[in-house]
T-cell receptor, first 110, second 114 residues
């Protein structure tokens, strides 16, 4: 059974800092890995998707990496802003379903 | 707006009542998924459809839960005889099978069972 762990559970940083969120998974037989953002009481917004054959993906200030062999992914956020405050969820695709971690709750202080 | 839409956004009901949620996926997407999320947890897979066929169901989907996608377009998720433990956010997502497999989620339907 696939298990996904995200560290840290919560993170508070001052505006402008670069930060890294971590995701690990137990079964390396994945199809892809997706990072989402979730604001309180809202649905999930897709940030980045990395196919199993890829090593990283970039979108604006976000960069996600994937090391399938070690079962790890990181989400790098450059020059953080208060608007980045949200919960960030990592999800791995094994077959037809996504398995999610519990998320990292990020607070960026002005 | 061509995103995934869910209705209602919020539902408060008394224990024992039946509730139904609707999901309209992105129009060209042939896969539709239902997930459940409780406070402080990541979403958990419930079921998914490819076109109108329900291809997989989680053990979380007890016999009080039923999902349909009759014409391969919108889907409904019905919960019969609701229990307080059913209180959660019910999330719908869609994807296009032949694409990257990226899932797009709706805003969710929050259920509160009193």
């Amino acid at each position: 059974k696939q298990e996904v762990t995200q560290i840290p559970a919560a993170l508070s940083v001052p505006e402008g800092e670069n930060l890294v969120l971590n995701c690990s998974f137990t079964d390396s037989a994945i199809y892809n890995l997706q990072w989402f953002r979730q604001d309180p009481g809202k649905g999930l917004t897709s940030l980045l998707l990395i196919q199993s054959s890829q090593r990283e993906q970039t979108s604006g200030r976000l960069n996600a990496s994937l090391d399938k062999s070690s079962g790890r992914s990181t989400l790098y956020i450059a020059a953080s802003q208060p608007g980045d405050s949200a919960t960030y969820l990592c999800a791995v695709a094994s077959g037809s379903r996504l398995t999610f971690g519990e998320g990292t709750q990020l607070t960026v202080n002005p | 707006d061509t995103g995934v839409s869910q209705d209602p956004r919020h539902k408060i009901t008394k224990r024992g009542q039946n509730v139904t949620f609707r999901c309209d996926p992105i129009s060209e997407h042939n896969r539709l998924y239902w997930y459940r999320q409780t406070l402080g947890q990541g979403p958990e897979f419930l079921t998914y459809f490819q076109n109108e066929a329900q291809l997989e169901k989680s053990r979380l989907l007890s016999d009080r839960f039923s999902a349909e996608r009759p014409k391969g377009s919108f889907s409904t998720l019905e919960i019969q005889r609701t229990e307080q433990g059913d209180s959660a956010m019910y999330l719908c997502a869609s994807s296009f099978q032949q694409n990257t497999g990226e899932l797009f989620f709706g805003e969710g339907s929050r259920l509160t069972v009193l």
